[in-house]
């Protein structure tokens, strides 16, 4: 079935470094991908998506790129803020008219 | 002006009563969605309604009945709750399915935390 494998966190970094969080979906059919966001308290809020390969999602200084070939749509931000602490979900929609999302990546920004 | 909005924001109950949580959606989407969040954040479908009409029914234990008497509106009854029924539980719509049937971006209510006792 569908599903979708995200880096297990939580990830801990300080101000303006670099992120990468890794996620990787089974690759039956040719699904939506996408990022969500996931702030203390709150519900979840769409980050980015991508429809189709080789399409670079980005928002907010956040970018993902549908790689068919590795069947990956890896999250990258080159100068992370205290504000970008959250728990980050990746995401694939399917044929059977649901998003199946992984297990989610806590994000801890240090000033 | 709230896209998907949910009450109660908090539950607490005692077990074996029965509780409702309602959701509306104010963005004329066709489908909506309730998930449970467990305490590890991970995020599971339960079921899924478009045009009022049920298409995804996870395997949720029968306590569980979601009712949409319109498609603005999903809301999800709890009957006879139990511990393991704590969790955040967040309502959603999307608009359409894309392309091949793949699920459009979804827009996610605020969330209620049930806490069973």
């Known amino acids: 079935g569908d599903s979708v494998t995200q880096m297990e966190g939580p990830v801990t970094l300080s101000e303006e470094a670099f992120l990468t969080i890794n996620c990787t979906y089974t690759?039956?059919?040719?699904?939506?991908l996408f990022w969500y966001v996931q702030y203390p308290g709150e519900g979840l809020q769409l980050l980015l998506k991508?429809?189709?390969?080789?399409d670079k999602g980005s928002n907010k200084g956040f970018e993902a790129t549908y790689r068919k070939e590795t069947t990956s749509f890896h999250l990258e931000k080159g100068s992370v803020q205290v504000s970008d602490s959250a728990v980050y979900f990746c995401?694939?929609?399917?044929?059977?008219?649901?998003?199946?999302f992984g297990k989610g990546t806590l994000l801890t920004v240090n000033p | 002006d709230t896209a998907v909005s949910q009450t109660p924001k908090y539950l607490v109950t005692q077990m074996g009563n029965d509780k409702s949580i309602k959701c509306e959606q104010n963005?004329?989407?066709?489908?909506m969605y309730w998930y449970k969040q467990d305490s590890k954040k991970f995020l599971k479908i339960m079921f899924s309604?478009?045009?009022?009409?049920?298409?995804i029914n996870e395997t949720v234990p029968n306590r569980f009945s979601p009712k949409s008497p319109d498609k603005a509106h999903l809301n999800l009854h709890i009957n006879s709750l139990e511990l393991g029924d704590s969790a955040v539980y967040f309502c959603?719509?999307?608009?359409?399915?894309?392309?091949?049937?793949?699920?459009?971006?979804?827009?996610f209510g605020p969330g209620t935390r049930l806490t069973v006792l």
């Open positions: 690759a039956t059919g040719y699904p939506s």
């Open positions: 963005l004329g989407h066709d489908t």
């Open positions: 959603a719509s999307s608009q359409e399915w894309l392309a091949g049937g793949s699920t459009d971006t979804q827009y």
């Open positions: 991508a429809t189709k390969a080789d």
């Open positions: 309604y478009n045009n009022k009409e049920l298409i």
């Open positions: 995401a694939r929609g399917g044929s059977n008219y649901k998003l199946t």
